[in-house]
């Protein structure tokens, strides 16, 4: 079976602070997705990558950053969080086109900045 | 940009069919997929139909899609109280590795 792993479940931070989330995959998918949801808006691309050291824009990548130094793992980064950044984090893995876009998700993380 | 369209709530009783239907926009999407959220988790992989099928079942899943209208829907038939959970639509165009999604549709199962 797939994993798809992130790091925390929940966490709190303040406003300012610089949140790393983490997430690793075991299937040495090509394809890693951060997304984040909120209720009524389903979920929304913030990043993607294709491979290691490359990234792509989602829809709504303001105010986010990413790095995939290794193929299993794509990091998010929130370099100054702010109180609209409050929200569940999803990361997703696939292994390439096709059938095998089929995306797998992690748990989720769920983000309260203060 | 591409769209994928959902009603946020369905209400049904135990033991009923469900219904959730979507529409998307982007005509060349080869892959519809549904997924499934449980409270406080992430999304579970349910089914996904190629685009030049009509029908898939799966048990006590029935996936329909008229790629005329780009309409595709989700039957669950003997509707559990454990189907209660946000089913998410998505088109993907099988040559991105993107998926659009829904906005999900909140399952409501009563006893």
């Known amino acids: 079976d797939v994993k798809v792993t992130q790091s925390s479940r929940y966490l709190v931070k303040r406003t300012g602070e610089k949140v790393f989330l983490e997430c690793v995959q075991d299937?040495?998918?090509?394809?890693m997705f951060w997304y984040r949801q909120d209720p009524g808006l389903g979920l929304r691309l913030i990043y993607f990558?294709?491979?290691?050291?490359?990234?792509e824009k989602g829809d709504i990548p303001e105010g986010y950053s990413v790095s995939r130094e290794k193929k299993e793992r794509f990091s998010l980064i929130l370099e100054s969080a702010s109180t609209n950044q409050t929200s569940m984090y999803l990361c997703?893995?696939?292994?390439?086109?096709?059938?095998?876009?089929?995306?797998?998700f992690g748990p989720g993380t769920r983000l309260l900045v203060l | 940009g591409e769209d994928v369209e959902q009603s946020l709530f369905l209400s049904v009783r135990e033991g009923d069919s469900s219904v959730i239907n979507c529409t998307y926009t982007?005509?060349?999407?080869?892959?519809l997929y549904w997924y499934k959220q449980e409270p406080g988790a992430g999304l579970q992989l349910l089914t996904y139909?190629?685009?030049?099928?009509d029908m898939k079942q799966d048990q006590r899943l029935t996936v329909l899609l008229n790629k005329k209208d780009k309409h595709l829907s989700l039957r669950i038939a003997d509707t559990q109280t454990g189907d209660s959970a946000i089913y998410f639509c998505?088109?993907?165009?099988?040559?991105?590795?993107?998926?659009?999604f829904g906005q999900g549709t909140t399952l409501q199962v009563k006893p």
């Open positions: 982007d005509s060349s999407s080869t892959y």
């Open positions: 990558s294709y491979d290691v050291k490359m990234k």
């Open positions: 997703a893995s696939s292994l390439n086109t096709g059938p095998q876009e089929t995306q797998y």
């Open positions: 139909i190629f685009s030049n099928m």
């Open positions: 299937m040495d998918h090509e394809n």
């Open positions: 998505a088109s993907g165009s099988g040559n991105t590795g993107k998926l659009i």
